[in-house]
């Protein structure tokens, strides 16, 4: 299976429906601190826009709502992975995307037989605060040889100019947050990382 090598991540519909025109196939929307009501409104509504932009969607954390809502992809986190019905996500066709940050977690995800495996932070992320320090490119060489086949996504404090590193050192795709959304350009940014990776 293939995915697109640019996999930009964004917290609601709205940005992904300014990105979708400019070419984007693969996107995260990850929502938090919504209501029940607004979370089923935007993953109803990026299932929509990417249905009709031929992008893949991934529905992080909400896999009911992706289930209920007929999208295709979720993602989960090992915290989620404790209350998550994967059975139930699996009988629905959904693909499953995990992240990993230890040996532990990757022996854990590789037992599901994921359709990804991410690892993260590669690099020191100003996303959110997380136990782990930066992984670096040596541990995503490891978990390369780790995965076999399974699509591998470097995720955390991801710029243009360490893509081709992180591409190097064996990962797959590369996924990208604040670089995009803080940019003051983020479609000139989008463009840029387009480029950088077809």
Request: net charge neutral; with cysteine.
């Given at each position: 299976?293939?995915?697109?090598?640019?996999?930009?991540?964004?917290?609601?519909?709205?940005?992904?429906?300014?990105?979708?025109?400019?070419?984007?196939?693969?996107?995260?929307?990850?929502?938090?601190?919504?209501?029940?009501?607004?979370?089923?409104?935007?993953?109803?509504?990026?299932?929509?826009?990417?249905?009709?932009h031929g992008i893949v969607l991934v529905v992080n954390d909400y896999w009911r709502e992706a289930i209920e809502l007929g999208c295709g992809w979720v993602h989960l986190g090992q915290e989620d992975l404790d209350s998550a019905d994967i059975p139930a996500i699996r009988a629905?066709?959904?693909?499953?995307?995990?992240?990993?940050?230890?040996?532990?977690?990757?022996?854990?995800?590789?037992?599901?037989?994921?359709?990804?495996?991410?690892?993260?932070?590669?690099?020191?992320?100003?996303?959110?605060?997380?136990?782990?320090?930066?992984?670096?490119?040596?541990?995503?060489?490891?978990?390369?040889?780790?995965?076999?086949?399974?699509?591998?996504?470097?995720?955390?404090?991801?710029?243009?100019?360490?893509?081709?590193?992180?591409?190097?050192?064996?990962?797959?795709?590369?996924?990208?947050?604040?670089?995009?959304?803080?940019?003051?350009?983020?479609?000139?940014?989008?463009?840029?990382?387009?480029?950088?990776?077809?």
């Amino acid at each position: 299976m293939s995915l697109d090598r640019l996999y930009p991540i964004f917290e609601d519909a709205d940005w992904i429906a300014r990105m979708a025109p400019l070419g984007i196939k693969l996107v995260q929307l990850r929502i938090k601190n919504k209501t029940a009501e607004d979370t089923r409104a935007h993953i109803a509504k990026a299932r929509d826009i990417c249905r009709a932009h031929g992008i893949v969607l991934v529905v992080n954390d909400y896999w009911r709502e992706a289930i209920e809502l007929g999208c295709g992809w979720v993602h989960l986190g090992q915290e989620d992975l404790d209350s998550a019905d994967i059975p139930a996500i699996r009988a629905a066709g959904i693909k499953l995307g995990i992240s990993t940050h230890d040996q532990a977690e990757l022996n854990r995800a590789m037992a599901l037989k994921p359709d990804y495996v991410a690892l993260g932070p590669i690099y020191p992320t100003i996303l959110k605060k997380m136990k782990w320090h930066e992984q670096g490119l040596e541990r995503l060489r490891e978990w390369r040889k780790l995965v076999g086949a399974t699509p591998l996504v470097g995720i955390g404090g991801m710029m243009l100019e360490r893509a081709p590193g992180v591409f190097a050192a064996g990962a797959d795709v590369v996924s990208v947050v604040t670089d995009i959304t803080l940019n003051p350009d983020p479609e000139l940014k989008i463009r840029q990382w387009l480029a950088a990776t077809r």
